[in-house]
């Protein structure tokens, strides 16, 4: 596991405590989303269940997720024994498979860990969950849920007599003659209305704290005895990549190929199988620093996703060509050309990928193979 998950490591506790704010607010929106139809509280909720089980028990729920307790579950199976903390830069000796595992991150770096998003990006640099952000947030949830309850002593300003009902039947039901109907709900003055602006930040939190999790992927690299590297990211971002030029890797862990120092560009060099990072999404690839290093013309690719399934993600449950658009386009574009089309992709046309590795095989002697089954692709390395 990577050091993140590490429950006795202090700079893992500050990150986990910073993030538990997030946590309570997100329950309390996914509260909301069960009768609020606004696309931001959709997203939180959408988000919400993709990172784990989350415990609703109504009004001003405190909701966790269950991540954290399959994380533990997993760690009390394998036993404190056999459960290690990777850190980045660690190198691991498979000796009985004569492989070795290169630790790559999540980095230690902070500002590292909390970069999302390239920097000439439209929201160039995305932090972690700060606690006041997650404060205003949860703040905001509450005094929604509140209202919701009819508890409105608590949270507005002004007094009862000034109030109308938020709900659409209701407040037309209660209207009065001194116009409030005709000018409220009136189609040229919607954009005046403020009733939801306040899903705003709960979609945003959500957004962010998805990202940030990403970022903490423990990201591998494993040489095979003939100096082949096969590279899984997860779900690594930006920031996670670029760390991985700041180590080299211990020069104790020399190579099976060479007795240089290994670095990331070497290993990247060396890389002939890429497991996509986070579905193929926009930011999970590096290019410069990442795939572009990728030059062994013996590189094939896996993009775990099914794109009908990122379509209806976030927004594009509700509205049609909203939502996440995975593998993103000029990625996919860029993998096509490094791999002469050998990808393999959760929804992949079997035969069109079969097609593509026996046309263009990996090697002359010993090309990749793939099976495909209902439930996996198996893929072959001949290391005879």
């Known amino acids: 596991m990577a ?42 909720a959408a988000l919400a269940a993709f990172a784990g089980p989350v415990a609703i028990n109504g009004l001003g729920a405190s909701g966790v997720f269950g991540t954290a307790e399959i994380m533990q579950m997993l760690k009390d199976k394998a036993g404190a024994d056999s459960t290690s903390f990777l850190e980045p830069g660690q190198v691991i000796d498979l000796d009985e498979f004569n492989i ?11 500002v590292l860990l909390r970069k999302d998003t390239p920097s000439k990006g439209q929201a160039k640099e995305v932090y972690l969950t700060r606690l006041d952000a997650a404060a205003a947030a949860e703040s905001t949830v509450n005094a929604q849920l509140s209202l919701l309850a009819n508890r409105t002593d608590t949270v507005l300003p002004f007094s009862a007599v000034y109030q109308r009902p938020l709900k659409e039947k209701t407040r037309r039901k209660k209207a009065t003659k001194s116009g409030v109907r005709k000018l409220y709900d009136a189609p040229a003055e919607k954009w005046r209305r403020i009733d939801s602006d ?24 494993f040489e095979l005895p003939d100096g082949q590297v096969l590279l899984f990211p997860g779900d690594a971002q930006v920031g996670n990549w670029l760390s991985w030029n700041d180590q080299t890797y211990p020069p104790a862990a020399k190579t099976m190929s060479s007795g240089k120092p290994v670095t990331a560009e ?37 993009i775990p996703v099914v794109e009908a399934v990122a379509a209806i993600q976030g927004k594009g449950r509700a509205e049609p060509g909203s ?35 026996r046309n263009n095989p990996t090697s002359a002697k010993r090309p990749v193979k793939i099976e495909h089954s209902d439930l996996f692709v198996e893929m072959t390395f001949d290391l005879s």
Do not use: C
Request: zero cysteines; hydrophobic letters at 40%.
């Open 323 to 357: 939502g996440w658009r995975m593998p993103f386009e000029e990625l996919y574009k860029a993998l096509q050309e490094k791999t002469k089309g050998r990808i393999v992709q959760g929804d992949g046309n079997p035969t069109v990928e079969k097609r593509a590795f």
């Open 266 to 302: 070497d290993l990247l060099r060396r890389t002939t199988f890429y497991k996509v990072g986070h579905h193929g999404s926009h930011n999970a690839t590096v290019k410069a620093l990442g795939l572009e290093r990728m030059v062994d013309p013996r590189l094939v690719a896996a």
């Open 3 to 44: 050091w993140t998950e590490n429950l006795k490591d202090p700079q893992a506790q500050v990150l986990r405590a910073r993030f538990s704010k997030g946590k309570q607010a997100l329950a309390a929106a996914a509260t909301l989303a069960q009768g609020d139809a606004h696309p931001g509280l959709r997203t939180a």
């Open 100 to 110: 070795k595992a290169f630790v790559l991150g999540p980095p230690r770096d902070e």
């Open 198 to 221: 306040w899903t705003g930040s709960i979609e945003a939190l959500a957004l962010k704290m998805d990202s940030d999790t990403n970022n903490t992927s423990l990201a591998l690299a």
